[in-house]
């Protein structure tokens, strides 16, 4: 799980769903468009020349991207500690870190307030590419709508019908983030209209969801549309009223697999060599809790690069636990495959050096040539390690 930000639960009425004309003005909003259809994308690409050492760069518990002299003074530590991939967050608490027309056209607000007249993603990626680093659009929020916004905050507001529902016909509120209800259509075009925006505007080198893109706390699903979808596709029956049940956690990881492929197929048909990357939790409580089945992303061949949250507190855990995730992996996917590794929480830094070190080795041990760092703050305590192991 992320380090936390700001959300609670909230009782929400919602009306069914109906076909409202979003879509139309998100077209407008972004340029150019392309059809939506939910076809097999291609297959996956590789196109980094080098193992992935990667750092996530965030807007919270860090400055960097309050300006460019930031920008630069962080991108010149990433050179210098090995990083060659930055994962830099592009959309939170309903708002992006660059000017967003898809955004705004929902919200009223085309950046967040805190970098008004700036746009943060450019600098970004001008002074990493002077250093030879990509830069990866994260869109960290993905499918959540709000943190500790009881009534789901301005997207709720908007568009009511988006809201994520439980049982009891309650927002969905998990661990204080809310949710919209990511098997809906209008907001699976707005998620993808922003992922097309970045890929469209911006020379970026890849775009990046994590544990909530594509996802949903598996306590969702009973909004009037997935309850209509789901009898249209099961003789009428209702969905079980178990929200483990097997076969109804199947059927909407299932469904958010598909939406991975179409957005999969739809950035690279902008810029096939824009790398899609994805950062779930483990496997199988990703899918358990928030239906990501990531092993059908890579099997699928929906994503090029999988980096699994893999963060544990100590040693031991983090090799059992990354024992087991190498066990979901097919012939060839090792390749793909860099634990996400967690070096800082907001203000508190989590392995010493030797457990650090003893990680990477580890990583090693295994095949794994590289991996990324949560979060950048954390590189600073352990610059002269990560210099020593730049080119292992």
Same mark, same amino acid.
């Given at each position: 799980m992320r380090s936390k930000k700001l959300i609670i639960s909230l009782t929400l009425s919602l009306l069914c769903y109906s076909a409202l004309s979003f879509g139309s003005s998100l077209g407008s909003a972004l340029s150019p468009t392309s059809p939506i259809s939910p076809t097999s994308p291609t297959s996956p690409t590789s196109t980094q020349e080098a193992p992935v050492k990667g750092v996530w760069l965030t807007n919270v518990c860090s400055d960097v991207l309050d300006s460019r002299a930031n920008i630069i003074e962080a991108v010149e530590l990433c050179r210098e500690v090995g990083i060659n991939h930055i994962f830099v967050v592009t959309w939170n608490r309903a708002a992006t870190t660059y000017p967003s027309k898809v955004a705004a056209s929902l919200t009223g607000v085309e950046i967040e307030p805190r970098f008004a007249g700036r746009d943060p993603?450019?600098?970004? *990626?001008?002074?990493?590419?002077?250093r030879g680093i990509k830069v990866h659009a994260w869109f960290e929020f993905g499918f959540s709508c709000s943190y500790m916004q009881e009534d789901g905050g301005v997207i709720i507001r908007e568009k009511p019908h988006w809201a994520a529902m439980d049982i009891d016909g309650k927002l969905v509120s998990k661990n204080n983030f809310q949710w919209m209800n990511a098997i809906h259509p209008q907001v699976q075009d707005f998620i993808i209209s922003l992922v097309k925006e970045v890929v469209t505007n911006y020379? /970026?080198?890849?775009?990046?969801?994590?544990?909530?893109? %594509?996802?949903? %706390?598996?306590?969702g699903g009973y909004d009037p549309f997935t309850v209509e979808l789901y009898k249209s596709e099961h003789n009428n029956t209702l969905p079980p009223t178990n929200y483990r049940d097997s076969g109804w956690v199947n059927w909407r990881a299932g469904k958010l697999t598909e939406f991975l492929g179409r957005l999969y197929r739809e950035v690279k048909e902008i810029k096939p060599n824009t790398v899609v990357s994805m950062a779930p939790s483990i496997h199988p409580w990703a899918?358990?809790?928030?239906?990501?089945?990531?092993?059908?992303?890579?099997?699928?061949?929906?994503?090029? *690069? /999988? *980096? %699994?949250?893999?963060?544990?507190?100590?040693?031991?855990a983090y090799k059992n636990t990354l024992d087991r995730q190498l066990e979901y992996l097919g012939p060839g996917d090792r390749e793909r495959f860099y634990p996400g590794v967690l070096i800082q929480v907001e203000d508190s830094v989590i392995p010493n050096s030797a457990m650090l070190e003893e990680i990477i080795k580890y990583n090693r041990a295994n095949g794994l040539k590289g991996e990324t760092l949560f979060f950048y703050e954390g590189l600073k305590h352990f610059k002269e390690l990560l210099i020593r192991y730049k080119n292992l």
């Open positions: 993603l450019k600098e970004l *990626i001008e002074e990493s590419h002077k020379n /970026i080198d890849g775009v990046q969801g994590d544990d909530r893109l %594509p996802a949903m %706390p598996s306590t899918k358990e809790e928030y239906l990501q089945d990531w092993p059908q992303w890579l099997h699928k061949g929906y994503c090029d *690069i /999988i *980096i %699994p949250q893999v963060y544990r507190h100590t040693l031991e």
